[in-house]
T-cell receptor, first 112, second 113 residues
Framework: GQNIDQPTEMTATEGAIVQINCTYQTSGFNGLFWYQQHAGEAPTFLSYNVLDGLEEKGRFSSFLSRSKGYSYLPLKELQMKDSASYLC?????????????FGTGTKLQVIP | DAMVIQNPRYQVTQFGKPVTLSCSQT?????MYWYQQKSSQAPKLLFH???????NEADTPDNFQSRRPNTSFCFLDIRSPGLGDAAMYLCATSLRDGDQPQHFGDGTRLSIL
């Protein structure tokens, strides 16, 4: 089975740096996605890792350690519009195809 | 702009009355997915199509069916909606099976009276 864990909620101050963590235990692994989801809206793609290390992509970089089953999303210079849920999703083989399983997300609140 | 479009954004139906949600895409992606998302929960995959090949998740209730008449369109049919089926239904597409990021539509929020 697939188990993906993320902290439920986080609060940070505008302009600060925050790190959103994701740990996973899956049968196989073929990549990890990060999505941002504002309340009542669809998820939007932020970043993807398949190899260890930091994948730099502007404000939304992401880090992966496959040996530790761990990823994080570092958010710098937080803005009020960054208040959203951040979903970690793991791609792994399942029943003959590659299935992407989502975590429940971390709800980030940015305060002035 | 190429996109994934879901209609309607909000759907209200009566308990037990069949309802169909639609999704269209202009991305020409092979794969189309349907997810159910309840408040503060992860999107839950119901099924997906890889081209015309249909893949049903083992725990998707029989009450949920899907059709993909062509590359661009995909439908979610709920044959007899129950109160527990009230949720946001998200359609997504990707270029290949799980290899590429998924592009989501804005979702249809389904309410059951």
């Amino acid at each position: 089975g697939q188990n993906i864990d993320q902290p439920t909620e986080m609060t940070a101050t505008e302009g600060a740096i925050v790190q959103i963590n994701c740990t996973y235990q899956t049968s196989g692994f073929n990549g990890l996605f990060w999505y941002q989801q504002h309340a009542g809206e669809a998820p939007t793609f932020l970043s993807y890792n398949v190899l260890d290390g930091l994948e730099e992509k502007g404000r939304f970089s992401s880090f992966l350690s496959r040996s530790k089953g761990y990823s994080y999303l570092p958010l710098k210079e937080l803005q009020m519009k960054d208040s959203a849920s951040y979903l970690c999703a793991v791609r792994a083989p399942s029943g003959g195809y590659q299935k992407v399983t989502f975590g429940t997300g971390t709800k980030l609140q940015v305060i002035p | 702009d190429a996109m994934v479009i879901q209609n309607p954004r909000y759907q209200v139906t009566q308990f037990g009355k069949p309802v169909t949600l639609s999704c269209s895409q202009t991305l020409n992606h092979n794969v189309m997915y349907w997810y159910q998302q309840k408040s503060s929960q992860a999107p839950k995959l119901l099924f997906h199509y890889y081209d015309k090949d249909f893949n049903n998740e083992a725990d998707t209730p029989d009450n949920f069916q899907s059709r993909r008449p062509n590359t661009s369109f995909c439908f979610l049919d709920i044959r007899s909606p129950g109160l527990g089926d009230a949720a946001m239904y998200l359609c997504a597409t990707s270029l290949r099976d799980g290899d590429q990021p998924q592009h989501f539509g804005d979702g249809t929020r389904l309410s059951i009276l």
